[in-house]
Nanobody
Framework: QVQLVESGGGLVQAGDSLRLSCAASGRTFRSYTMGWFRQAPGKEREFVAGITWNTNTHYADAVKGRFTISRDNAKNTVYLQMNNLKPEDTAVYYC??????????????????WGQGTQVTVSS
């Protein structure tokens, strides 16, 4: 059982930055692959970024170069630094965990735990 709680969303203007945080429960956090997904109104949930236990990262093309995912295992927390935000980044952002331990590759379909989401709204 793992609980994920996102925070840090808000209303910003295009070009601004935000940092999202995800606090996770569990002693085995360090072994999880962690990720961020987002879902815009009327759209399907889409993968944004992922990070493995050994800090292998992968990003969606739409955010590559602007977003950075990181983790602090001592705090059971994963972050998403979002720079140069665009209106098309507007969505509910969800933290996710792949609880299979010590995975070295990021498989989007294997994330099995989800937070409740935090709203990010980017105005033009």
């Amino acid at each position: 059982q793992v609980q994920l709680v996102e925070s840090g969303g808000g209303l910003v203007q295009a070009g601004d930055s935000l940092r999202l945080s995800c606090a996770a429960s569990g002693r085995t956090f360090r072994s999880y692959t962690m990720g961020w997904f987002r879902q815009a109104p009327g759209k399907e949930r889409e993968f944004v970024a992922g990070i493995t236990w050994n800090t292998n990262t992968h990003y969606a093309d739409a955010v590559k170069g602007r977003f950075t995912i990181s983790r602090d295992n001592a705090k059971n927390t994963v972050y998403l630094q979002m720079n140069n935000l665009k209106p098309e980044d507007t969505a509910v952002y969800y933290c996710a965990a792949q609880r299979d331990p010590w995975v070295t590759e990021i498989s989007i379909g294997r994330f099995d735990s989800w937070g409740q989401g935090t709203q990010v709204t980017v105005s033009s």
